[in-house]
């Protein structure tokens, strides 16, 4: 099918498969639809059918909300299309040469739990993936309507497996079916790779990490990728990882391994919400510093001194990445020095 | 031209934004610091409430939710922001701040405007 998208100043035309949404053909075709979760939560992929027939496959989706169905009003990540189709959308519409995503088929591997609510499992691909360090992929199976993102834990060029990490959600549907349901050789549909909170060593910036929960994902990549570059050697950076206590911190071993190879100008702080630090490093891995609060306020605390240099990640549930941004840009980060992925 | 009390210069601290009622239309007054401004309570981008995602920080005014952001001084747009901010004007008097009101400011594209264009906000 032929979907036209236009916006006030400009149309586009891409193919779209019979069985593919219609946001996932537009991306994989290089062409900056709007979207920010890419899994139904967040409305921002939202658009207008002025001709042309759909199927919405997910007509609850919280995404949709604020919608107006009878007057064509739909959200990309969930339609398809059944005939050519006229779209609009209200924001720019360009055509993006780069890391354009694709349609995959994945088979979960080598699922361990870390702690009581977070399981770390390997996706091998169908086909080799190249990402960017910082992005992620959309997970679809029978059990999660709209589809779950996941960001890649590892780093690596041309690579078919990917790790990825899953934190149970009290009281979430799709997190609580993954969990109890995830089981080895397990196949799902990945699309991917997405995401623009990318860190590229070349851009030779300092790096501030703030990373609630399983948001510690895309971080891991960021690490990696510096780590392997060297980044450390030249650049400053700080990671601030919240957990609720001590026990539900997980891949430590792997974040004092990248202080250590880090020449002292990495400093990885664990910010204990719901418990006291009893001492200031952490007992086992010295070079994981302890601090209690919430990540965000215990990030601008120990921030609050230093000159505005560098580049912030922030990844985790919406609310503390909302937080976060608002307690940076009150601090006197600039917008554009501030990179992040939200999804609910 | 309806001149209209919003509020007391001091209610509104610097480098802050609150929400008014003038006469059932919703106002956001935002201290940028050297000046105010009033604006209409959401952000045109998503219609994100400003009263609780605006930040103000040297001037410039951003809505937390997807970082659109305006210098209010001029109103440039800042980074990605692609729509401008509508501003109503106003006017200090003896410690308040007035606003002139005709109809209520929003970023609605009414239908009846312009029957090629029906877009939604």
């Known amino acids: 099918m032929k979907i036209t998208v236009q916006n006030k100043n400009a149309e586009l035309a891409f193919d779209c498969g019979a069985s593919e949404s219609i946001l996932y053909a537009g991306l994989r075709q290089g062409i900056n639809l709007p979207f920010e979760c890419a899994t139904g939560t967040c409305g921002t992929c939202r658009a207008?059918?002025?001709?042309?027939?759909?199927?919405?496959?997910?007509?609850?989706?919280?995404?949709?909300?604020?919608?107006?169905?009878?007057?064509?009003?739909?959200?990309?990540?969930?339609?398809?299309?059944?005939?050519?189709?006229?779209?609009?959308?209200?924001?720019?519409?360009?055509?993006?040469?780069?890391?354009?995503?694709?349609?995959?088929?994945?088979?979960?591997?080598?699922?361990?739990?870390?702690?009581?609510?977070?399981?770390?499992?390997?996706?091998?691909?169908?086909?080799?993936?190249?990402?960017?360090?910082?992005?992620f992929v959309v997970l679809e199976a029978e059990g999660i309507p709209g589809g779950r993102a996941y960001s890649m834990v590892n780093f690596d060029t041309d690579v078919d497996k990917l790790a990825l990490v899953l934190k149970r959600k009290p009281g979430g549907r799709f997190s609580d079916w993954m969990f109890d349901e995830l089981k080895n050789e397990m196949g799902v549909e990945v699309f991917g790779p997405l995401g623009r909170a990318v860190f590229r060593p070349e851009e030779a910036r300092n790096v501030v990490c703030i990373a609630g929960g399983s948001g510690i994902a895309g971080m891991m990549s960021i690490l990696e990728r510096a780590v392997r570059a060297d980044h450390f050697r030249n650049h400053r950076g700080a990671v601030f990882f919240g957990v609720r206590t001590l026990a539900d911190a997980f891949y430590l071993a792997q974040l004092s391994r990248y202080a250590e190879a880090s020449h002292g100008n990495l400093e990885v702080t664990l910010a204990l919400s719901d418990e006291v630090a009893a001492t200031p490093l952490h007992a086992e891995f010295t070079a994981l510093k302890l601090e209690s609060g919430m990540v965000h306020e215990v990030g601008a605390r120990v921030l609050a001194g230093r000159e505005r240099d560098f580049l912030t990640y922030i990844a985790g549930p919406p609310v503390m990445v909302d937080s976060t941004i608002r307690s940076l840009i009150a601090g006197g980060t600039v917008i554009r020095d501030i990179r992040y992925d939200k999804f609910g | 031209m309806t001149w209209k009390r919003i509020c007391d210069v001091a209610e509104v601290a610097a480098n802050s934004v609150k929400q008014f009622d003038v006469d059932g239309i919703p106002i956001v007054v935002a201290n940028y610091g050297e000046g105010f401004r009033a604006i209409p309570p959401v952000c045109p981008h998503m219609e994100e409430p400003l009263a609780e995602s605006a930040v103000i920080a040297r001037c410039i005014l951003t809505c937390t939710k997807h970082l659109w952001a305006w210098n209010l001084k001029t109103l440039a747009m800042q980074g990605e922001t692609e729509k401008p901010l509508k501003t109503y004007e106003i006017r200090e008097e003896n410690g308040a701040i007035l606003v002139n009101i005709e109809d209520e400011l929003t970023y609605e594209f009414k239908s009846e405007d312009d029957m090629d264009d029906d877009f939604f906000k």
């Open chain 1, 48 to 135: 207008r059918v002025m001709s042309g027939e759909v199927d919405v496959r997910w007509k609850e989706a919280p995404g949709g909300a604020r919608l107006k169905p009878e007057k064509g009003d739909i959200l990309m990540c969930q339609t398809r299309a059944r005939s050519d189709c006229v779209l609009r959308v209200p924001s720019e519409l360009l055509i993006l040469e780069k890391s354009r995503p694709a349609r995959r088929q994945g088979t979960i591997r080598g699922l361990r739990r870390l702690t009581k609510d977070v399981a770390h499992f390997d996706l091998h691909l169908s086909a080799p993936m190249t990402f960017e360090a910082g992005q």
